[in-house]
Protein backbone atom coordinates (compact mmCIF):
# COMPACT_ATOMS: atom_id res chain seq x y z
CA UNK A 1 0.00 0.00 0.00
CA UNK A 2 1.86 2.99 -1.14
CA UNK A 3 -0.68 5.05 -0.63
CA UNK A 4 -2.05 6.52 2.88
CA UNK A 5 -5.10 4.39 2.24
CA UNK A 6 -7.40 2.16 -0.02
CA UNK A 7 -10.76 1.24 -0.12
CA UNK A 8 -12.10 -1.70 -0.92
CA UNK A 9 -15.39 -2.61 -3.05
CA UNK A 10 -16.16 -5.92 -2.29
CA UNK A 11 -18.00 -7.76 -5.09
CA UNK A 12 -19.98 -10.18 -3.19
CA UNK A 13 -21.83 -7.47 -1.07
CA UNK A 14 -23.07 -6.28 -4.60
CA UNK A 15 -24.33 -8.78 -6.02
CA UNK A 16 -26.40 -10.12 -3.06
CA UNK A 17 -27.69 -6.67 -2.28
CA UNK A 18 -28.87 -5.75 -5.73
CA UNK A 19 -30.25 -9.49 -5.65
CA UNK A 20 -31.87 -9.41 -2.10
CA UNK A 21 -34.14 -5.57 -3.87
CA UNK A 22 -34.42 -7.77 -7.10
CA UNK A 23 -36.22 -10.09 -5.56
CA UNK A 24 -37.55 -7.50 -2.65
CA UNK A 25 -39.85 -5.63 -5.62
CA UNK A 26 -40.46 -8.09 -7.87
CA UNK A 27 -39.13 -8.51 -11.45
CA UNK A 28 -41.30 -6.08 -12.88
CA UNK A 29 -40.04 -2.87 -11.47
CA UNK A 30 -37.38 -1.86 -13.12
CA UNK A 31 -34.61 -0.82 -10.63
CA UNK A 32 -32.28 2.51 -11.48
CA UNK A 33 -29.23 1.97 -10.19
CA UNK A 34 -27.99 5.86 -8.85
CA UNK A 35 -24.64 6.42 -8.58
CA UNK A 36 -23.98 10.27 -8.18
CA UNK A 37 -21.23 11.88 -6.50
CA UNK A 38 -19.42 9.27 -7.27
CA UNK A 39 -21.22 6.27 -6.70
CA UNK A 40 -21.81 7.59 -3.09
CA UNK A 41 -18.36 7.66 -2.27
CA UNK A 42 -17.68 3.83 -3.77
CA UNK A 43 -16.57 4.85 -6.99
CA UNK A 44 -18.23 4.78 -10.22
CA UNK A 45 -15.48 2.94 -12.26
CA UNK A 46 -15.56 0.16 -9.75
CA UNK A 47 -18.97 0.10 -8.87
CA UNK A 48 -20.66 0.31 -12.10
CA UNK A 49 -19.04 -2.64 -14.17
CA UNK A 50 -20.49 -5.00 -10.85
CA UNK A 51 -23.97 -3.66 -10.70
CA UNK A 52 -23.75 -4.38 -14.48
CA UNK A 53 -22.72 -7.85 -13.85
CA UNK A 54 -25.16 -8.46 -10.79
CA UNK A 55 -28.41 -7.35 -13.75
CA UNK A 56 -28.55 -3.56 -13.44
CA UNK A 57 -29.10 -2.14 -16.87
CA UNK A 58 -30.53 1.52 -16.01
CA UNK A 59 -28.14 3.87 -14.16
CA UNK A 60 -29.20 7.57 -12.89
CA UNK A 61 -26.64 10.31 -12.47
CA UNK A 62 -27.36 14.12 -10.84
CA UNK A 63 -25.48 15.71 -13.54
CA UNK A 64 -23.91 16.12 -17.03
CA UNK A 65 -20.93 16.11 -15.90
CA UNK A 66 -21.30 12.51 -13.83
CA UNK A 67 -22.74 11.49 -17.06
CA UNK A 68 -19.82 11.92 -19.12
CA UNK A 69 -17.96 10.40 -16.33
CA UNK A 70 -20.58 7.41 -16.29
CA UNK A 71 -20.79 6.62 -19.94
CA UNK A 72 -16.76 5.58 -20.14
CA UNK A 73 -17.27 2.81 -17.38
CA UNK A 74 -20.96 1.38 -18.60
CA UNK A 75 -21.85 -0.58 -20.91
CA UNK A 76 -23.38 0.38 -24.56
CA UNK A 77 -26.83 -1.71 -23.56
CA UNK A 78 -27.74 0.53 -20.02
CA UNK A 79 -29.53 3.31 -19.74
CA UNK A 80 -28.61 6.84 -18.25
CA UNK A 81 -30.72 9.44 -16.66
CA UNK A 82 -29.82 12.30 -15.90
CA UNK A 83 -31.83 14.09 -13.04
CA UNK A 84 -30.44 17.33 -12.43
CA UNK A 85 -27.99 20.15 -13.85
CA UNK A 86 -27.67 20.87 -17.54
CA UNK A 87 -26.57 23.14 -19.82
CA UNK A 88 -27.77 24.30 -22.95
CA UNK A 89 -24.99 22.52 -24.98
CA UNK A 90 -24.78 19.64 -22.56
CA UNK A 91 -28.93 19.35 -24.04
CA UNK A 92 -27.31 18.30 -27.55
CA UNK A 93 -25.07 16.18 -26.31
CA UNK A 94 -27.41 13.89 -24.41
CA UNK A 95 -29.83 13.81 -27.46
CA UNK A 96 -27.27 12.72 -29.80
CA UNK A 97 -25.74 9.92 -27.44
CA UNK A 98 -29.33 8.57 -25.90
CA UNK A 99 -29.16 9.80 -23.01
CA UNK A 100 -32.61 9.96 -20.62
CA UNK A 101 -33.09 13.57 -18.89
CA UNK A 102 -35.22 15.18 -16.52
CA UNK A 103 -36.96 18.05 -17.56
CA UNK A 104 -38.22 20.21 -14.33
CA UNK A 105 -39.12 23.64 -16.68
CA UNK A 106 -41.00 24.21 -20.06
CA UNK A 107 -38.30 26.31 -20.92
CA UNK A 108 -36.00 23.26 -21.19
CA UNK A 109 -38.65 21.86 -23.22
CA UNK A 110 -39.19 25.01 -26.16
CA UNK A 111 -34.59 24.32 -26.38
CA UNK A 112 -35.38 20.80 -26.69
CA UNK A 113 -37.38 21.49 -30.10
CA UNK A 114 -34.61 23.22 -32.00
CA UNK A 115 -31.71 20.78 -30.86
CA UNK A 116 -33.78 17.74 -31.25
CA UNK A 117 -34.84 18.94 -35.11
CA UNK A 118 -30.87 19.72 -35.92
CA UNK A 119 -30.05 16.19 -34.33
CA UNK A 120 -32.70 14.29 -36.57
CA UNK A 121 -32.95 12.60 -32.79
CA UNK A 122 -35.90 12.89 -30.51
CA UNK A 123 -34.68 13.89 -26.67
CA UNK A 124 -35.57 10.95 -24.46
CA UNK A 125 -37.18 13.32 -21.29
CA UNK A 126 -38.52 12.54 -17.80
CA UNK A 127 -41.08 15.08 -16.59
CA UNK A 128 -40.33 15.81 -13.14
CA UNK A 129 -43.72 16.97 -11.21
CA UNK A 130 -43.66 19.46 -8.53
CA UNK A 131 -46.05 17.39 -6.04
CA UNK A 132 -44.63 19.34 -2.52
CA UNK A 133 -40.93 18.79 -2.42
CA UNK A 134 -40.71 22.16 -3.40
CA UNK A 135 -37.52 22.23 -4.77
CA UNK A 136 -37.40 21.32 -9.13
CA UNK A 137 -40.61 20.32 -11.02
CA UNK A 138 -43.61 21.77 -12.53
CA UNK A 139 -46.85 22.81 -11.17
CA UNK A 140 -49.93 21.91 -12.99
CA UNK A 141 -49.82 25.03 -15.62
CA UNK A 142 -46.47 24.26 -16.03
CA UNK A 143 -47.05 20.81 -17.08
CA UNK A 144 -50.12 21.22 -19.46
CA UNK A 145 -48.40 23.66 -20.90
CA UNK A 146 -45.17 20.92 -21.15
CA UNK A 147 -47.75 18.24 -22.46
CA UNK A 148 -48.80 20.84 -24.80
CA UNK A 149 -45.08 20.98 -26.51
CA UNK A 150 -44.62 17.43 -26.71
CA UNK A 151 -48.03 16.91 -28.53
CA UNK A 152 -46.91 19.68 -31.29
CA UNK A 153 -43.55 18.09 -31.39
CA UNK A 154 -43.90 14.60 -31.57
CA UNK A 155 -40.88 13.75 -33.53
CA UNK A 156 -38.78 15.41 -30.88
CA UNK A 157 -39.58 13.61 -27.59
CA UNK A 158 -39.87 10.18 -26.46
CA UNK A 159 -41.89 10.63 -22.74
CA UNK A 160 -39.49 7.80 -20.85
CA UNK A 161 -41.17 8.62 -17.56
CA UNK A 162 -43.47 11.05 -15.43
CA UNK A 163 -41.75 11.60 -12.52
CA UNK A 164 -41.36 12.83 -8.54
CA UNK A 165 -39.22 13.15 -5.66
CA UNK A 166 -40.63 12.32 -2.24
CA UNK A 167 -40.18 14.53 0.69
CA UNK A 168 -38.61 12.27 3.41
CA UNK A 169 -40.30 8.94 2.77
CA UNK A 170 -37.47 7.84 5.70
CA UNK A 171 -39.38 8.86 8.51
CA UNK A 172 -43.03 8.33 9.19
CA UNK A 173 -43.17 11.75 10.77
CA UNK A 174 -43.68 12.81 6.73
CA UNK A 175 -46.05 9.99 6.05
CA UNK A 176 -49.32 12.77 5.65
CA UNK A 177 -47.08 14.88 3.59
CA UNK A 178 -45.98 12.04 1.46
CA UNK A 179 -49.65 10.47 1.24
CA UNK A 180 -50.84 14.06 -0.24
CA UNK A 181 -47.78 13.73 -2.80
CA UNK A 182 -48.75 10.50 -3.93
CA UNK A 183 -52.26 11.98 -4.09
CA UNK A 184 -51.38 14.96 -6.52
CA UNK A 185 -48.70 12.62 -8.51
CA UNK A 186 -51.75 10.39 -9.68
CA UNK A 187 -54.26 13.48 -10.15
CA UNK A 188 -50.87 15.24 -12.36
CA UNK A 189 -50.30 12.47 -14.29
CA UNK A 190 -53.94 12.67 -16.11
CA UNK A 191 -52.94 15.71 -17.00
CA UNK A 192 -50.56 13.95 -20.10
CA UNK A 193 -52.88 10.63 -19.93
CA UNK A 194 -55.58 12.52 -21.11
CA UNK A 195 -53.04 13.34 -23.77
CA UNK A 196 -52.61 10.36 -25.13
CA UNK A 197 -48.92 11.04 -23.66
CA UNK A 198 -48.18 7.53 -21.76
CA UNK A 199 -45.01 7.02 -20.16
CA UNK A 200 -42.91 4.36 -20.26
CA UNK A 201 -41.87 4.29 -16.84
CA UNK A 202 -43.27 6.38 -13.63
CA UNK A 203 -41.21 6.89 -10.59
CA UNK A 204 -41.26 8.74 -7.57
CA UNK A 205 -39.61 6.56 -4.95
CA UNK A 206 -36.01 6.37 -3.74
CA UNK A 207 -34.57 4.17 -1.67
CA UNK A 208 -36.40 4.63 1.39
CA UNK A 209 -40.04 5.04 -0.58
CA UNK A 210 -39.26 1.97 -2.47
CA UNK A 211 -38.97 0.12 1.56
CA UNK A 212 -41.56 1.98 3.26
CA UNK A 213 -44.36 2.74 -0.08
CA UNK A 214 -45.10 -0.42 -1.70
CA UNK A 215 -47.77 1.67 -3.53
CA UNK A 216 -45.01 3.74 -5.06
CA UNK A 217 -42.78 1.62 -6.79
CA UNK A 218 -44.91 1.83 -9.82
CA UNK A 219 -42.84 0.00 -12.49
CA UNK A 220 -39.50 2.07 -11.52
CA UNK A 221 -37.75 3.29 -8.76
CA UNK A 222 -34.41 5.04 -8.17
CA UNK A 223 -32.21 2.55 -5.47
CA UNK A 224 -29.42 4.89 -4.13
CA UNK A 225 -28.25 3.87 -0.51
CA UNK A 226 -29.54 0.44 -0.02
CA UNK A 227 -27.60 -0.75 -2.80
CA UNK A 228 -24.67 0.14 -1.25
CA UNK A 229 -25.80 -1.96 2.02
CA UNK A 230 -27.12 0.62 4.15
CA UNK A 231 -30.48 1.88 4.92
CA UNK A 232 -31.59 5.25 4.43
CA UNK A 233 -33.18 5.56 8.11
CA UNK A 234 -33.04 3.23 11.61
CA UNK A 235 -37.20 3.47 11.08
CA UNK A 236 -37.19 2.27 7.42
CA UNK A 237 -34.68 -0.77 8.36
CA UNK A 238 -37.33 -1.29 11.27
CA UNK A 239 -40.09 -0.93 9.14
CA UNK A 240 -38.63 -3.65 6.56
CA UNK A 241 -37.74 -6.12 9.82
CA UNK A 242 -41.09 -5.89 11.18
CA UNK A 243 -42.97 -6.41 8.02
CA UNK A 244 -41.05 -9.35 6.89
CA UNK A 245 -41.10 -10.92 10.65
CA UNK A 246 -37.09 -11.40 10.34
CA UNK A 247 -34.12 -10.47 12.89
CA UNK A 248 -31.05 -9.99 9.99
CA UNK A 249 -30.33 -7.17 8.22
CA UNK A 250 -30.25 -8.92 4.42
CA UNK A 251 -27.71 -5.75 3.46
CA UNK A 252 -24.13 -6.10 3.18
CA UNK A 253 -21.71 -3.12 3.33
CA UNK A 254 -20.14 -2.74 0.01
CA UNK A 255 -17.12 -0.37 1.11
CA UNK A 256 -14.11 -1.22 3.31
CA UNK A 257 -11.69 1.59 3.89
CA UNK A 258 -8.07 0.57 5.68
CA UNK A 259 -4.94 2.39 6.17
CA UNK A 260 -1.76 1.32 7.72
CA UNK A 261 -0.03 2.69 11.04
CA UNK A 262 2.56 4.68 9.90
CA UNK A 263 4.58 5.65 13.55
CA UNK A 264 4.58 4.42 16.69
CA UNK A 265 5.44 6.62 20.08
CA UNK A 266 5.23 6.63 23.60
CA UNK A 267 3.61 9.06 25.46
CA UNK A 268 4.32 9.81 29.26
CA UNK A 269 1.53 10.66 31.63
CA UNK A 270 0.35 14.37 32.00
CA UNK A 271 1.81 15.00 28.32
CA UNK A 272 -0.86 17.01 25.53
CA UNK A 273 -1.71 14.63 22.76
CA UNK A 274 -1.69 16.46 19.06
CA UNK A 275 -2.99 19.76 18.45
CA UNK A 276 -3.87 22.20 21.44
CA UNK A 277 -5.20 20.75 25.20
CA UNK A 278 -7.82 18.53 23.65
CA UNK A 279 -6.10 15.43 25.21
CA UNK A 280 -4.46 15.20 28.31
CA UNK A 281 -2.68 11.62 28.65
CA UNK A 282 -3.74 10.89 31.93
CA UNK A 283 -1.50 7.70 32.48
CA UNK A 284 1.36 6.64 29.93
CA UNK A 285 0.05 6.20 26.55
CA UNK A 286 1.47 4.06 23.53
CA UNK A 287 -0.01 5.36 20.18
CA UNK A 288 0.13 5.05 16.63
CA UNK A 289 0.11 7.70 13.69
CA UNK A 290 -2.64 6.37 10.69
CA UNK A 291 -1.86 8.67 7.82
CA UNK A 292 -5.38 10.02 7.46
CA UNK A 293 -7.02 12.91 8.25
CA UNK A 294 -10.04 15.15 7.37
CA UNK A 295 -8.37 15.77 4.23
CA UNK A 296 -9.20 12.10 3.54
CA UNK A 297 -13.37 12.54 4.57
CA UNK A 298 -12.37 11.40 8.24
CA UNK A 299 -14.01 14.24 9.73
CA UNK A 300 -12.43 16.41 11.64
CA UNK A 301 -15.56 15.70 14.37
CA UNK A 302 -14.26 12.72 15.17
CA UNK A 303 -11.65 14.32 17.37
CA UNK A 304 -11.95 11.99 20.60
CA UNK A 305 -14.81 10.29 19.56
CA UNK A 306 -13.70 8.01 16.40
CA UNK A 307 -12.71 4.39 16.57
CA UNK A 308 -10.60 2.28 14.70
CA UNK A 309 -9.56 -1.47 14.34
CA UNK A 310 -6.25 -2.58 14.84
CA UNK A 311 -5.69 -5.90 15.32
CA UNK A 312 -8.93 -6.71 16.08
CA UNK A 313 -9.78 -4.26 18.83
CA UNK A 314 -11.95 -1.56 18.50
CA UNK A 315 -9.19 1.54 19.24
CA UNK A 316 -10.64 5.16 20.36
CA UNK A 317 -8.78 8.12 18.05
CA UNK A 318 -7.55 10.76 20.38
CA UNK A 319 -6.52 14.46 20.60
CA UNK A 320 -7.56 16.18 17.18
CA UNK A 321 -7.71 14.78 13.63
CA UNK A 322 -5.25 16.61 11.68
CA UNK A 323 -5.37 17.35 8.06
CA UNK A 324 -3.82 14.36 6.89
CA UNK A 325 -3.12 12.24 10.44
CA UNK A 326 -4.87 11.10 13.34
CA UNK A 327 -3.48 9.23 16.57
CA UNK A 328 -5.01 6.06 17.92
CA UNK A 329 -4.46 4.82 21.58
CA UNK A 330 -2.40 1.73 20.95
CA UNK A 331 -2.10 1.30 25.12
CA UNK A 332 -3.43 -2.26 25.42
CA UNK A 333 -2.17 -4.04 22.40
CA UNK A 334 1.64 -4.26 22.85
CA UNK A 335 2.11 -6.13 19.85
CA UNK A 336 1.34 -3.51 17.10
CA UNK A 337 3.69 -2.31 14.92
CA UNK A 338 4.67 0.19 12.29
CA UNK A 339 2.69 -1.32 8.93
CA UNK A 340 0.12 -3.06 10.88
CA UNK A 341 -3.62 -2.56 8.64
CA UNK A 342 -5.98 0.07 10.27
CA UNK A 343 -9.48 -0.46 9.51
CA UNK A 344 -11.81 2.83 9.21
CA UNK A 345 -14.73 1.11 7.84
CA UNK A 346 -15.27 -2.29 7.55
CA UNK A 347 -14.50 -5.57 9.34
CA UNK A 348 -11.47 -7.09 11.03
CA UNK A 349 -11.84 -10.21 12.62
CA UNK A 350 -14.67 -10.62 14.08
CA UNK A 351 -15.66 -6.74 14.63
CA UNK A 352 -16.75 -3.61 12.48
CA UNK A 353 -16.81 -0.42 12.15
CA UNK A 354 -19.81 1.23 10.97
CA UNK A 355 -20.89 4.15 8.79
CA UNK A 356 -23.93 4.42 11.13
CA UNK A 357 -21.24 4.44 13.74
CA UNK A 358 -19.21 7.75 12.32
CA UNK A 359 -22.77 9.07 12.08
CA UNK A 360 -23.38 9.17 15.87
CA UNK A 361 -19.84 10.40 16.54
CA UNK A 362 -19.75 13.53 14.01
CA UNK A 363 -23.76 14.07 13.30
CA UNK A 364 -22.85 13.50 9.69
CA UNK A 365 -25.67 11.19 7.85
CA UNK A 366 -24.47 7.79 5.84
CA UNK A 367 -24.88 9.58 2.99
CA UNK A 368 -22.41 12.51 3.74
CA UNK A 369 -19.93 10.88 5.27
CA UNK A 370 -19.95 8.60 2.11
CA UNK A 371 -20.04 10.96 -0.19
CA UNK A 372 -17.26 13.34 1.21
CA UNK A 373 -14.56 10.48 0.62
CA UNK A 374 -12.06 11.77 -1.93
CA UNK A 375 -11.75 10.77 -5.19
CA UNK A 376 -8.52 10.33 -5.05
CA UNK A 377 -7.91 7.42 -2.60
CA UNK A 378 -7.46 4.42 -4.44
CA UNK A 379 -10.67 1.87 -5.09
CA UNK A 380 -10.24 -1.95 -5.50
CA UNK A 381 -12.59 -4.46 -6.21
CA UNK A 382 -12.67 -7.44 -4.00
CA UNK A 383 -14.57 -10.62 -3.83
Known amino acids: MSDTSVIEISEEAVTGN ?5 NHFGSAIVLSSVVKANAYGHGVKSFVPLAEKAGISHFSVFSACEA ?24 GWAIENG ?3 FVFEPARLKKV ?7 GKPALIHIEMETGMNRTGMHMKELKEAAGIITSHPDCFVLKGLCTHLAGAESVANHVRIQKQLTRYTRLCKI ?46 MYYLSKKKVMDDPLKRVIRWKSRVMALKNVKRGEFISYGTVYLA ?5 IA ?12 SLSNQGRVLIKGERIAVIGMVNMNMLIADVTKIPS ?13 GNIAISVASFSEFSNQLNYELLTRLPRGIPRTVVN
Open 18 to 22: IEFLR
Open 68 to 91: RELIKVRSPESSMMIMGWMNDDDL
Open 99 to 101: LEF
Open 113 to 119: VSIAEKC
Open 192 to 237: FNGRGLVPEYRHVSSSAAAITYPAARFNMVRIGILQYGYWPSAETL
Open 282 to 286: QEDKK
Open 289 to 300: IVPVGYSHGYSR
Open 336 to 348: VKTGDEVVLIGDQ
